[in-house]
């Protein structure tokens, strides 16, 4: 898969392998995921976990017959394949919680897509405790194609070094 194009929002440093504490990072720095092919498995997996069995994850007639060149995968496995690409990526976010989502499905995804994510930081602020920081991160998930399938913003609270939860117990 080609490496996903720089973002409008790409500003600041592409990051590469490592720990990044709240204060490592500026708005602009980004960087993007390893990719993952969407397949039968994930697509029935999922319908079964979640009960979403719609046909047009299920049924290959109904989905032809809706437009689609074959089934799609569920719009929420996209978002939650995109979710597992940041978190087991190199670039280790020293996250905390996810505290929501602002999310679009721009395009299907097919099974057998090669879906990989481009993550950007917009914004960064302290809590109101100061002991931690909250990141507004922009993602995108792109196709074997380098199609924009997905896209949104997630706010992540990463710790800051020094912070008690930063330090192992003894």
Same mark, same amino acid.
Request: contains cysteine; charged residues 20%; hydrophobic residues 40%.
């Given at each position: 898969?080609?490496? =996903?194009?720089?973002?409008? /929002?790409?500003?600041?440093?592409?990051?590469?392998?490592?720990?990044?504490?709240?204060?490592? !990072?500026?708005?602009? #720095?980004?960087?993007?995921?390893?990719?993952?092919?969407?397949?039968?498995?994930?697509?029935? @997996? %999922?319908?079964? !976990?979640?009960? #979403?069995? %719609? +046909?047009?994850? *299920? #049924?290959?007639?109904?989905?032809?017959? $809706?437009? %689609? =060149? @074959?089934?799609?995968?569920?719009?929420?496995?996209? !978002? /939650?394949?995109? +979710? &597992?690409?940041?978190?087991?990526?190199?670039?280790?976010?020293?996250?905390?919680?996810?505290? @929501?989502?602002?999310?679009?499905?721009?395009? =299907?995804?097919?099974?057998? +897509?090669?879906?990989?994510?481009?993550?950007?930081?917009?914004?960064?602020?302290?809590?109101?405790?100061? +002991?931690? &920081?909250?990141?507004?991160?922009? *993602? $995108?998930?792109?196709?074997?194609?380098?199609?924009?399938?997905?896209?949104?913003?997630?706010?992540? *609270?990463?710790?800051?070094? @020094?912070?008690?939860?930063?330090? =192992?117990?003894?």
């Amino acid at each position: 898969m080609n490496q =996903p194009l720089p973002s409008k /929002s790409d500003s600041g440093r592409a990051l590469g392998a490592g720990e990044y504490w709240y204060e490592d !990072l500026a708005p602009g #720095d980004h960087y993007a995921t390893a990719g993952v092919t969407v397949t039968e498995a994930h697509v029935v @997996g %999922f319908a079964g !976990l979640v009960g #979403d069995l %719609f +046909d047009v994850h *299920m #049924d290959e007639e109904f989905a032809r017959a $809706q437009g %689609f =060149p @074959g089934r799609i995968a569920h719009g929420l496995l996209g !978002l /939650s394949m995109a +979710d &597992g690409l940041k978190t087991r990526c190199p670039v280790r976010l020293m996250g905390v919680a996810t505290l @929501g989502w602002s999310w679009s499905f721009r395009a =299907p995804i097919l099974i057998g +897509d090669r879906i990989c994510a481009r993550i950007s930081v917009r914004a960064a602020r302290l809590t109101k405790r100061g +002991d931690r &920081g909250i990141l507004s991160l922009e *993602m $995108q998930v792109l196709n074997q194609s380098g199609r924009v399938v997905q896209e949104g913003t997630t706010e992540l *609270m990463v710790r800051r070094r @020094g912070s008690p939860e930063s330090t =192992p117990a003894s």
